[in-house]
């Protein structure tokens, strides 16, 4: 991909982009401490750590549109690697330091493979999949919405499919995945509920859901339609 890092500065050609960015993002180039906000020219390239902070988060495209969204409080380092010399295809290895990291291979394009690594666990995510990784906790947590994932750890693989997760303890041998437990029910507003706009165009709004087993985070979707 083209980007430029100013609007009268160079051209850079990167693999990756920024697609959206809200809150304050930022970037450490590689091998250095500084850190620079993210901006709609900012560029991103290999070995650069990407952080978010409590109220932001952004969306990173790669060239073979592989969508990483990032979510608040989350440190992100992509770096590449050749495949084995039977496998042809380069390697994105995604480090997430800390935090949340949601991926989509669903409109992934040939020559590119990604990998999930943490110490001694590696964790492949195939092509048309979408998968959430949580490494807030004491324990790593892989979930697969659609798709699959294909985990190993001294020796041991482990093939995660649609609406399984894996929890990853320290120091522990790989267990089999488990069913993603149901998600919450929404229980105000009622479905169809109408509201009165004020004289500005807004209405207040409560959104009331009953908990999910095991859940730190939900995400809310709002149609305009």
């Known amino acids: 991909m083209i980007q430029r890092e100013r609007d009268q500065g160079p051209v850079i050609k990167t693999d990756y982009r920024f ?6 993002v930022l970037i450490r180039r590689a091998g250095t401490n500084e850190a ?11 070995n650069d750590e ?11 495209v790669t060239s073979t549109r592989t969508t990483l969204d990032l979510r608040p409080n989350s440190t992100l380092i992509l770096t590449r ?21 949601d991926v989509s291979t669903d409109e992934a394009r040939g020559g590119e493979k990604i990998f999930f690594r943490k110490g001694d666990i590696q964790a ?12 807030s906790g004491l324990n790593l947590k ?4 659609h798709g699959r994932i294909e985990v190993t750890r001294d020796r041991k693989e482990v093939n995660l499919s649609k609406n399984q997760m894996l929890v990853v303890k320290s ?14 029910k929404l229980t105000k507003p009622a479905n169809l509920a109408r509201f009165e706009t004020n004289q500005k165009g807004f209405f207040p709004l409560t959104l009331e859901w009953d908990s999910a087993e095991d859940a730190n985070l939900y995400d809310l979707e709002i149609s305009k339609d």
Do not use: W
């Open 142 to 145: 892989l979930r697969v919405l």
């Open 19 to 24: 697609s959206e960015s809200v809150g304050e």
């Open 81 to 101: 690697s050749d495949g084995p010399d039977d496998d042809g295809d380069t390697h994105l290895n995604l480090s997430l330091n800390r935090g949340l990291l």
């Open 50 to 60: 990407v952080e978010t902070k409590r109220n932001s988060a952004c969306r990173i």
């Open 124 to 135: 492949r995510i195939f092509r048309n999949t979408k998968a959430a990784i949580d490494n």
């Open 171 to 184: 120091g522990e041998a790989l267990q089999q995945p488990v069913d993603v437990p149901a998600g919450p």
């Open 36 to 46: 620079q906000s993210v901006t709609a020219n900012s560029y991103l390239a290999l």
